[in-house]
């Protein structure tokens, strides 16, 4: 069994061994390029993953990475390639916002009103007091156009839900909380990206250019923030993520906040609507629910089991088969992607990338991995 050995000192999250079928290894960061390591180093199984490649050629899957203790054990296809990336920009803006709201800058507590987030069509006075807080959990209550017409329809009429008391995806909420950042740090939100995080995580693939919002007037002033990154580089958000916010020495997001965004705050069977955005894995076995814009592990994987591979697990979700999943026990990190610049029709379902995962934790040694 894997177990990630770790110390809580003064909120500081202290990465010492990782145990893998009784073999102890040494953590580690990635420099200008990722550590490679062979798959039984790891406790994963070559043969199994020999076999996962093959289910990927028949997926339209274009590239993934499987890093365990910061080191890469699987990698498939172009892992450099910089494409949309879709909702996990969703996950991403959350672990940005984490230092302005410690800092003060951002207080959750304000209202849209008091953010100055109205839209083409005036708030009904019950959704005024709908919280920043609210936006990042999806439960705002404002059921306004966000240029995603199959969201918005599957949404309650305006006014049915006050805010904080119904969970509903849909794109307002998001892209509010995006405009919400940019008023109140003052920072264009793909220059906070550049320097909070592809920065000081050494983003092999950084494009600045390449990052441009998505303008969906007239349905709302509140663009869409599309962000563009890499298979490699999505994988370091998501090992900083199992890093409780570290990367080497350094804090870069604040103690405690990564715990905070992967809470879980919606259960799986109050998520709507079913199917939509990353719920269409949530409804699968109903094992997904939702955090602060990333969706967390809300069920064991079998009935009567207590806990199980998926324990603790948390994931970020786009459309057509983008992913972050994080396995903080294992300190285990898997970027899935579909280049749907390329193709816009290529899509790999929720269904399909649990599949993906299964075939992963069955590539999980049952004792120590025979060398190849």
């Not at 890093?67 to 991403?92: H, L, P, Q, W």
């Not at 285990?332 to 610049?341: A, G, L, N, S, Y």
Request: proline share 6%; glycine share 10%.
């Amino acid at each position: 069994m894997r177990r990630l050995v770790s110390l809580s000192i003064l909120g500081s999250f202290v990465l010492t061994s990782l145990v893998v079928r009784g073999q102890t290894l040494n953590p580690v960061f990635p420099g200008t390029d990722w550590e490679r390591a062979q798959p039984a180093a790891v406790g994963l199984s070559a043969g199994r993953l020999d076999v996962l490649r093959s289910w990927l050629k028949m997926q339209k899957t274009t590239a993934m990475m499987v890093v365990v203790g910061g080191r890469v054990a699987f990698e498939y296809g172009d892992v450099s390639r910089a494409t949309k990336i879709a909702s996990v920009r969703k996950s991403v803006l959350a672990m940005m916002y984490g230092k302005y709201v410690v800092n003060g800058t951002i207080d959750l507590n304000k209202n849209v009103k008091q953010l100055g987030l109205d839209d083409q069509q005036p708030f009904l006075p019950m959704e005024e007091h709908a919280q920043l807080m609210h936006l990042l959990m999806a439960r705002s209550g404002i059921y306004l156009n966000a240029g995603n017409a199959n969201l918005t329809d599957q949404s309650p009429r305006r006014g049915a839900q006050p805010p904080g008391l119904y969970h509903q995806y849909q794109n307002w909420d998001f892209n509010a909380a995006g405009t919400a950042f940019e008023k109140l740090t003052g920072q264009n939100i793909y220059d906070a990206l550049g320097s909070d995080l592809a920065a000081p995580l050494g983003f092999q693939d950084w494009d600045r250019k390449r990052q441009q919002k998505v303008d969906v007037m007239p349905d709302s002033r509140h663009p869409e923030y599309a962000m563009s990154l890499s298979t490699r580089d999505m994988a370091r958000l998501g090992l900083l993520m199992s890093r409780h916010g570290m990367w080497r020495d350094a804090r870069i997001l604040p103690p405690g906040w990564s715990s905070q965004i992967t809470s879980l705050v919606t259960p799986s069977d109050q998520i709507h609507p079913a199917g939509a955005g990353g719920a269409g894995l949530a409804t699968r076995a109903g094992r997904w629910g939702y955090g602060l814009m990333w969706w967390v592990w809300d069920a064991p994987p079998y009935p009567g089991v207590i806990s199980g591979p998926y324990q603790g697990a948390y994931t970020a979700m786009g459309a057509n088969g983008q992913y972050i999943t994080v396995f903080p026990a294992d300190d285990t990190v898997v970027v899935h992607k579909v280049d749907i610049d390329a193709d816009g029709a290529a899509s790999v379902s929720p269904e399909e990338y649990t599949v993906v995962l299964d075939m992963l934790i069955a590539a999980r040694c049952t004792a120590p991995c025979a060398a190849p």
